[in-house]
């Protein structure tokens, strides 16, 4: 190649026009496999309701506890203005809701109803009737239990899940009796 001959960009070549979209043949296209579709959705419908029939229904009930801490009183009227209620309430409550959650706790509310001798209690938590103990039984209470603090309040809320809703509101109202006691 000679310096003579510059090398010339080529024109660039014609692009084709655009074209717009038939949306006919997708259309078509949708209608001529219809049947996959409808059998996706007949399969997809099948695995729903039998995934659904697996689940077990579970109940929940509630009691809340209201924590009241009586005041300190100070004789010394120069510490009058120590809140005695103020540094301990976040450790009483702390330590209300452990004392709840424990499995002592668990045992004399489970001794109270006696539940190792209570055929619903132990069928739904699959306990052998013959297996009943104390023990047993307030192991698997204790399982039921979920106790939560509500923050910047005095309120705790214990929760009871079960299988059977009636027995779920017995035990949350016997956890709440037990405390009071």
Not at 105 to 133: C, E, M, N, W, Y
Request: charged share 25%; net charge neutral.
């Amino acid at each position: 190649m000679s310096t003579d001959q510059a090398i010339q960009p080529r024109p660039p070549e014609a692009t084709p026009p655009l074209e717009s979209i038939d949306w006919r043949e997708y259309f078509h296209a949708v209608i001529d496999r219809l049947w996959v579709v409808i059998l996706c959705v007949i399969l997809g419908a099948i695995y729903a309701g039998f995934t659904l029939s697996k689940i077990e229904t579970t109940y929940r009930a509630r009691a809340v506890l209201f924590i009241e801490q009586d005041q300190s009183r100070i004789l010394d009227p120069r510490f009058s203005q120590v809140r005695d209620e103020q540094i301990r309430s976040i450790d009483m409550i702390n330590t209300v809701v452990d004392l709840i959650r424990s499995y002592p706790f668990a045992q004399r509310v489970s001794a109270r109803l006696k539940l190792d001798q209570d055929p619903r209690f132990l069928s739904s938590v699959g306990i052998p009737a013959k297996d009943g103990t104390n023990d047993r039984a307030a192991g698997a209470l204790s399982g039921m239990v979920g106790v939560v603090y509500r923050p910047q309040t005095r309120l705790i809320d214990v929760s009871i899940t079960s299988r059977d809703p009636n027995l779920s509101v017995k035990l949350a109202n016997a956890y709440a009796d037990e405390y009071i006691r």
